[in-house]
C-alpha cells in the first residue's frame, strides 16, 4: 500500500461509519435525538424557544413574539426573498406577511428537533397550511438562531425558497377586513 492510497482507503470506512451513524440518529424518535443541553443558559434558551414553538403550534403565540426587535434575521440562498434583514418589523413586514397573508389557514409547525449549545439554538422543523387559492403548502426548515436575553438576536434561516415563491406568486393576499 502506497502512502497515497492510504487516504482513500480510511475515507471509505470513515464515510461508511458516518453514514450509518446518521442512518441510525434518523431513526430515533425526535426526544432520544435531542442532546441534553449542558448548562443553564443552554437549557433556558431551549425553553424559550420550545414554549414559543408549542404555542406557535397551538395557536396561542406567534413566533415573531420571540425575536428581538433589532434582530439581524437572514434568509439563505437565492430568490426574492433571500437576504438579511435588519429589525423585527423589516423582517415580519418583508419576509413572513407576504407569505402568511397568501395562506387561508395559519401556518402550523411540527418540530422534529431543537438543539441548544452555548448562546446558540438550532430547530428542525416543517410547516404547512393552505393557501388563498386552496392549495396545500408545506415547508422544511432549519432555524439557526443566537439569544440574548430569552430572545433572538440573530438568526439564519434554511428553507424551500421555490416553494415560498410558488405561494407568494401564485396566491392572492387575503382581503384586509
Not at 443552554?42 to 433589532?70: H, K, M, P, Y
Not at 434568509?75 to 415580519?92: E, K, L, M, N
Not at 415547508?139 to 440573530?154: L, P, T
Request: proline share 7%; glycine share 6%.
Amino acid at each position: 500500500m502506497s502512502l497515497a492510497s492510504a487516504p482513500t482507503r480510511l475515507a471509505s470506512p470513515c464515510r461508511a461509519a458516518l453514514l450509518a451513524i446518521a442512518l441510525a440518529s434518523a431513526a430515533l424518535p425526535a426526544a432520544a435525538r435531542t442532546p441534553p443541553s449542558t448548562g443553564p443558559i443552554e437549557q433556558r434558551n431551549q425553553a424559550a424557544v420550545r414554549d414559543a414553538f408549542t404555542a406557535w403550534e397551538a395557536g396561542t403565540g406567534a413566533i415573531a413574539s420571540l425575536l428581538a426587535s433589532d434582530v439581524v434575521w437572514t434568509i439563505q440562498g437565492s430568490g426574492p426573498i433571500a437576504g438579511t434583514y435588519r429589525g423585527r418589523d423589516a423582517f415580519v413586514e418583508r419576509a413572513s406577511k407576504p407569505l402568511v397573508s397568501r395562506l387561508a389557514t395559519p401556518l402550523v409547525p411540527k418540530v422534529h428537533n431543537v438543539w441548544a449549545v452555548d448562546d446558540r439554538v438550532i430547530v428542525r422543523f416543517d410547516a404547512s397550511a393552505t393557501t388563498t387559492g386552496g392549495h396545500r403548502y408545506s415547508n422544511q426548515y432549519v432555524w439557526i438562531m443566537k439569544m440574548r436575553d430569552g430572545s433572538v438576536a440573530e438568526a439564519e434561516a434554511f428553507l424551500d425558497l421555490v416553494a415560498y415563491q410558488k405561494v407568494v406568486d401564485e396566491n392572492e393576499p387575503k382581503p384586509k377586513g
